[in-house]
């Protein structure tokens, strides 16, 4: 069995003073062996609560602690021996100095230099503090100094020496000192002195109990009678107890006074503050609060940072955003955004206008389905070939010139517009942005200018023929003459009675080439002058050139002018209005003609060329060896009323540039006065299509 006890005065002191108890505890108990284990303050805790010891034996203040904390039980109490007497309690004595005139009762401490053992002491410290807080002193706070003087014999002698003006010691301290003559017990006068009976010295507070020998949770109840009573039967003058400085044992007194002692004192296991008040924190946790006031200021001071920052965040933020608006509102072109699903997520007010759609009904829904449902020919428009859609699979801009949108009426208007693609902070695209225009005035300007073109082109082509007509009419003229001499020749074959059916059906085969001859000649004249469907259709240019040939070659010749072909057969078919770009050969190839009147009859030489240019456009030229053009002139050549003739209107290149214009390709000068003049007109394959903006 092992039984721990408190070393105050060092691991050998607590054998020498205790083993012999444990062996007389050996040899009264049976069966079981007691040993003795010194235990240092801080150790005694852990140990018992670690089961580590099977009794205990520890002063007052230690055993009421362990008797909460570990629910040990007393089983006897120590008979100290003191002054050669039994005594089992103890208390405090507070005295002064016998001349002190100022400290009679404990109240007279209040202000004073007041001197105690230690902090720790039961009856040089503890229970007169006890007795203070009764009276409504605090020794720590109302006294003018408190300190410690570590022994007994220092406080005593403190007081006596006039360092403090008050002291307080353990029962018969001052007895021993005046027995042993280190004092003189009428230098000192307590203070407050109480007498109680059977209890021989001076003293100042209650009495509390010695210390008690205790078993701990785990010991059985029937070991811990067996020890008590061994010891409640050891004499006072058995060794064991001559060596422990005791007088054998007795009963377990009450240790409800220690306990309502440390109560009051909130010292430990009472050390929880009822009253827990702000000061209490700020004392015990000075660093922590100081540190925790600091962060809250900084926390503060963040927090309304933040608060201000992201006010004015919010403010800038409605304010771009106004002005985002107020941009979007005030450009005249719709403008919308459409997500990467195709549905809309803005749009400004033109756009709310222009189709009549309130944004509320367009936000959020398709836009294809909405808008662009049906192309312009009535066929469906499949989204999968929405160029809006396009831009954001493949984040390609783009600018469409010939689509329809349809309005919420049900009505479809001409847009042209640009779609590109929107992107997020990491250049991913999330939708795109769509900027389009009611081109719907611009198209009918341009169909009202095309009209008059036509009607242009119409009334001047008669002008043309007029100069024209006298070398046709030559032409034709000349398979009538054929035919008339070919019929004559016939009628003479066939009066000649003889058989010449050969002849005269190689004669009537001759009259039915030269009919033929004059009739593409006329028709070619009938169809110049029609007034023309507006209809583009897709033709090779190589036939158109040569049949216009028809039309000019009399007056070449006339003129003793050679014309010279140089088409390119591999060439593409070009969606054209054909008698428009007759006209406009004609015009090109009059002009030159006229042109090379000025130069020798052997040096006047036609030459009209065709080539592809690039894959999109073929390139017509029609180049003659006249004059060529002075620079005054060409720079206005293309205006109309600009002629250098005397018969000329100056209409002939304007009305050709019209009609090019018309066809979204375009027609220049290359001049080259050694040479003469080089005239070239392009004509797109696909004038219609989409244009990528890049
Ligand atoms: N191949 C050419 N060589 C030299 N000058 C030219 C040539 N083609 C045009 N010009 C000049 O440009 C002017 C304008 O030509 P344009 O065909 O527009 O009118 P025009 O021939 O004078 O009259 P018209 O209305 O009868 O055609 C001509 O008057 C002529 O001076
Ligand atoms: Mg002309």
Known sequence: MRIGVLSHRGTEATYRMWSPTADYLTRQVQDHLFEIVPLNFDRVDPTVAAGEVDFILVNPGIYVNLEVRHRVSRVATLNNKIGGESHNQFGGVAFTRSDNRDIHRLADLRGTRFMAVDKTSLGGYQMIWGELMDIGIDPRQDLSSLSFGNTHDNVVMAVRNGEVDAGTVRTNILERMANSGQIDLAEFRVIAPITTDNFPFLKSTHLYPEWPFSKVQHTSNKLAQQVAIALLNMPTDHS??????????????????????????????????????????????????????????????????????????????????????????????????????????????????????????????????????????????????????????????????????????????????????????????????????????????????????????????????????????????????????????????????????????????????????????????????????????????????EETILLLAPEAKKSQVSIELNLDKTLKKVPIQTIQIQQVIINLAQNAIEAMSEVAENQRHLTIATAAAGNNAITVSIADTGPGIERKVAEQLFNPFVTTKTRGMGLGLSISKGIIDLHKGSLFLNNNSSQGATFRFTLPLNPGGELNAK
């Open 240 to 545: 064991a107890a001559i060596s422990g400085n005791y007088a054998g044992w007795t009963i377990p007194l009450d240790y409800q006074p220690v306990h309502e002692l440390f109560r009051k004192l909130e010292l430990p296991p009472y050390n929880i503050s009822k009253k827990f008040t702000l000061r209490d924190v700020v004392k015990r946790y000075f660093y922590g609060f100081i540190l925790g006031s600091i962060l809250l200021i900084l926390l503060v001071m963040i927090s309304s940072w933040i608060l201000r920052l992201n006010r004015e965040l919010r403010k800038a933020k409605l304010c771009l955003e106004r002005q985002h608006t107020l941009i979007l509102n005030s450009v005249a072109d719709g403008i919308y955004g459409v997500d990467d699903s195709g549905n809309s997520t803005f749009v400004n007010q033109a756009m709310e206008k222009i189709t009549g759609w309130p944004a509320e009904e367009i936000i959020g829904k398709n836009q294809h389905e909405l808008l662009h449902h049906t192309r312009a020919d009535g066929s469906p428009f499949p989204a999968c070939e929405c160029p809006v859609y396009a831009t954001f699979k493949d984040s390609v801009p783009r600018i469409i010139q010939d689509d329809i949108f349809w309005k919420k009426d049900g009505s479809s208007f001409p847009v042209e517009y640009a779609s590109s693609p929107l992107k997020d902070d990491k250049g991913k695209t999330i939708g795109s942005v769509v900027i389009f225009r009611d081109v719907s005035d611009r198209k009918k300007a341009e169909e009202q200018a095309r009209q008059h073109l036509n009607e242009l082109a119409h009334v001047t082509r008669f002008n043309t023929m007029g100069g024209m007509i006298a070398g046709i009419a030559h032409e034709i003229n000349q398979p009538l003459t054929a035919i008339a001499t070919n019929a004559h020749a016939c009628i003479r074959l066939l009066d000649s009675g003889e058989d010449q059916s050969e002849k005269v059906s190689d004669i009537i085969e001759k009259i039915g080439a030269q009919a033929e001859r004059a009739g593409e000649i006329i028709r070619q004249l009938r169809s110049f002058v029609r007034k023309e469907e507006p209809q583009r259709l897709m033709v090779n240019i190589n036939t158109i050139i």
